[in-house]
């Protein structure tokens, strides 16, 4: 193989693995750290991942919004400003606030639900 026969296959290797990244991109969710932040705050009260309590499943949630951009931005504000909600049983009241600031752990709690 001449120089620019080897020069050209790199190039080519580096090009598609780093498509492969921009497109794949698969969005990684430590799903024991969401239960356990889930279970520490008491999210179980209300929420089930396929059952309907006083809150929507996950299912519903995601299915709400599959397909938003925004998902991940709304879940994190609706986790952490404790808007005013409405329960099945028509009771209102405001959400709970998520006991947390992280922005890590905020995100893998959004992405847990919207994986559902
Ligand atoms: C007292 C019951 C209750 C608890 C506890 C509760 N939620 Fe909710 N949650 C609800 C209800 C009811 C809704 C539906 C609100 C609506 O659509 O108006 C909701 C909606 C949501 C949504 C969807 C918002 C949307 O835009 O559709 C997310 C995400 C969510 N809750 C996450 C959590 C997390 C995380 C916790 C724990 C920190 C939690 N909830 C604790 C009752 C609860």
Known sequence: MNYSSLRSSVFVTVAIASASTVFA????????????????????????????????????????????PDAEQKLIKHMTTGPRIKLENGKEEDHKIIDTED??????????????
């Open 25 to 68: 991109a698969p969005v990684k969710v430590d799903v024991e750290a969401a239960m356990k932040v889930f279970k520490e705050n008491e999210c179980h009260k209300c929420h089930n991942p396929d059952k309907e309590k006083k809150g929507p499943s996950f299912k519903k949630i995601a299915a709400k919004y599959r397909g938003k």
């Open 103 to 116: 922005p890590i752990v905020l995100k893998n709690m959004a992405q847990w639900i919207l994986s559902h």
